[in-house]
């Protein structure tokens, strides 16, 4: 199966064939990938060179290993548009079933930037809202949200265990209307590695989006971290 003349290496050339066993289904998700040891024999080549291909695949994320037991076929990552809508609102379209866990809940006079950005006046309390975000009960992403306790004086925890846009827009009637987002890779901290349920170091991605109403008054500054291992973010782009 390998082409020893080539100057394609050969853990690149094992890696082509695993990743297209993944790809086509001839791996199956959750279910383990042949051992080191049977991959070295069927290839004839050595475990450092398999070993190699597999670490690639599982940096890629389209293969996980677990301590003592073998490797094995991650779930696809969810490809998420890069548009405004709610996490609810982006789970039920998919068909996973959305949930959350409350960290924190707490109204207080934010840092000087959260008011920058949410141009408020000194003094101006905000609600911080700090939730883990589940999808079929696996955590996605942690999001601390600020909102201006003026626009939102009533917010509640009861409001805040579903979906806060169905509350900005539905009983507050407000319109999110636009919004402003940076991305970044960073490491996760440990607090957000416990949160999400994954090793350090590993990569996460920090989103960073100010929502505006109709009227460019700031309603949240929202600020997430998203499980790098199972979200990739996409946007069409025209030209
Ligand atoms: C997304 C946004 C957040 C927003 C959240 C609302 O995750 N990045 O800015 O707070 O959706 O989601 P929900 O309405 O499900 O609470």
Do not use: C, W
């Not at 626009?151 to 169905?166: Q, T, W």
């Not at 919004?179 to 960073?208: G, T």
């Amino acid at each position: 199966m390998l082409d020893k003349q080539s100057p394609v290496p050969m853990y690149a050339q094992i890696e082509d064939y695993l990743k297209n066993q993944i790809l086509q289904g001839g791996f199956v998700i959750g279910v383990a990938i042949p051992s080191e040891r049977e991959l070295t024999d069927t290839f004839g080549v050595s475990r450092m060179t398999v070993r190699q291909s597999i670490t690639n695949l599982v940096n890629e994320g389209l293969l996980y290993r677990e301590k003592g037991r073998g490797t094995y076929v991650a779930t696809p990552k969810i490809e998420q548009p890069l548009s405004l809508t709610s996490f609810t609102e982006d789970m039920l379209s998919r068909g996973m079933k959305p949930s959350n866990k409350l960290v924190s809940f707490e109204k207080m006079i934010p840092e000087i930037d959260i008011a920058q950005e949410l141009q408020l006046a000194k003094g101006e309390e905000v609600f911080i809202v700090k939730r883990i975000r589940y999808a079929d009960d696996k955590p996605m992403a942690i999001e601390r949200s600020y909102l201006p306790v003026k626009l939102v004086p009533d917010l509640e925890l009861n409001n805040i265990e579903g979906s806060l846009y169905s509350f900005i827009e539905k009983d507050k009637r407000l319109i999110i209307s636009h919004a402003s987002q940076r991305m970044e890779a960073v490491l996760v901290k440990k607090e957000d590695a416990e949160f999400l349920q994954i090793s350090m170091p590993s990569a996460v991605l920090m989103i960073e989006r100010i929502s505006y109403l109709t009227n460019d008054v700031p309603i949240e500054i929202v600020r997430s971290t998203y499980r790098a291992d199972r979200y990739k973010f996409i946007s069409e782009i025209r030209r």
